[in-house]
């Protein structure tokens, strides 16, 4: 399903199947985009009781990122190309799993870089909370021409 306004999440994602773990945009701006996340939708990070680890939220937030990356390179009219999730600091996991059918919404916030280096400042929330679930920096890296911005590519 698409939000208004935005592509649908597989034009900004190379992710295909049951590692596309992102439902769709909700809001972006130039240095930030959240994205919903339907925990039942992760169903191939499963444990038996439906649940999905916490430690599942930095690939949402590493898709978080892609899709803004994507966003930015598709306003800039240049194509849509994959980066490199490097790592993540300062990763706090308050929680120690989703619960199924659960909503998040899932922050990147560009926190500097440009070509190579992009560095993201990201969290997790329940779509009933205001309190991150989830929260940490992520390192990524993207190949930037010289035409695309900042976190053009991020993934």
Known sequence: MRAAGFPEIAELLPQSGGMRLLARVLSHEPARTVCEVEVAASALFAEPDGSV?????LEYMAQCAAAHGGLLARAAGAPVRPGLFLGARGVAL??????????????????????????????????????????????????????????????
């Open 94 to 155: 308050r929680v120690d799993a989703f619960r199924p059918g659960e909503i998040l919404r899932v922050e990147a916030r560009h926190r500097g870089g440009e070509a190579g280096l992009v560095v993201f400042d990201c969290a997790v929330r329940s779509a009933a909370g205001r309190e991150p679930l989830v929260e940490g920096r992520l390192n990524v890296y993207t190949l930037v021409t010289g035409a695309e911005s900042a976190g053009g590519s991020s993934g």
């Open 53 to 57: 680890p916490a430690f599942v939220a």
